[in-house]
């Protein structure tokens, strides 16, 4: 069965760093998203991605994050100077498109900022 | 913004017991409405979708009901397993196409035997 894929599944890094998540959604999706749980709280939406685009995102994705859909399969996540309050579990999910389509996450990356 | 509260942090219930867990929502009606598993350190897998004109939704031993005059989402797991220890998560989406995800706390199930 096909699924979402996230590499690293842990990275650590000093606050002030650059990071980038990775993620190999499902491969004739369409729609693509990031998500974070801080621990112990609910997962939050962060930005989606459609047609090469952002098409929706939060409060949380200000301008220290970006995405990017560099290729055919890879959509990625970064975060230009991270921060302590950054740490989080960053889930990718993906979707066929339509109203109503399931939505599938990957298993996450575990980001820890010292 | 969207609120969306799911009724307790915790439930334990004794294996062969129905499990019923609730997600009440405040503000803006969902067009749609979710259920997902999540296990320790795992992302959200999803089980059941519900939309606005529907009543009740099953799978298996799973069952979920939408009543959005209450604004409020049942979600059923009869014959409970010790397998079915998990968290369980609500989630709203508003209908575009778009697909952002409104997440409760959700609730953490125990089923012992």
């Known amino acids: 069965e096909p699924e979402v894929t996230q590499t690293p599944s842990h990275q650590v890094t000093q606050m002030g760093q650059e990071v980038i998540l990775r993620c190999v959604p499902i491969?004739?999706?369409?729609?693509f998203y990031w998500y974070r749980q801080i621990l112990g709280q609910k997962v939050e939406f962060l930005v989606s991605f459609y047609n090469n685009e952002i098409s929706e995102k939060s409060e949380i994705f200000d301008d220290q994050f970006s995405v990017e859909r560099p290729d055919g399969s890879n959509f990625t996540l970064k975060i230009r100077s991270t921060k302590l309050e950054d740490s989080a579990m960053y889930f990718c999910?993906?979707?066929?498109?339509?109203?109503?389509?399931?939505?599938?996450f990957g298993p996450g990356t575990r980001l820890t900022v010292l | 913004s969207q609120k969306i509260e799911q009724n307790s942090e915790a439930l334990n219930i004794q294996e062969g017991k129905t499990a019923t867990l609730t997600c009440n929502y405040t503000n803006y009606s969902p067009a749609y409405l979710q259920w997902y598993r999540q296990d320790p350190g795992r992302g959200p897998v999803f089980l059941l979708l519900?939309?606005?004109?529907?009543k009740e939704k099953r799978k298996e031993r799973l069952k979920v009901t939408f009543d959005t005059t209450l604004k409020q989402s049942l979600f059923h797991i009869t014959a409970s397993q010790p397998a079915d220890s998990a968290t369980y998560l609500c989630?709203?989406?508003?209908?575009?196409?778009?697909?952002?995800?409104?997440f409760g706390r959700g609730t953490q199930l125990t089923v012992w035997p």
């Open positions: 519900i939309r606005e004109n529907e």
């Open positions: 989630a709203l989406e508003r209908g575009s196409t778009l697909g952002r995800l409104y």
């Open positions: 491969s004739n999706h369409l729609y």
């Open positions: 999910a993906s979707k066929a498109g339509g109203v109503a389509d399931t939505q599938y």
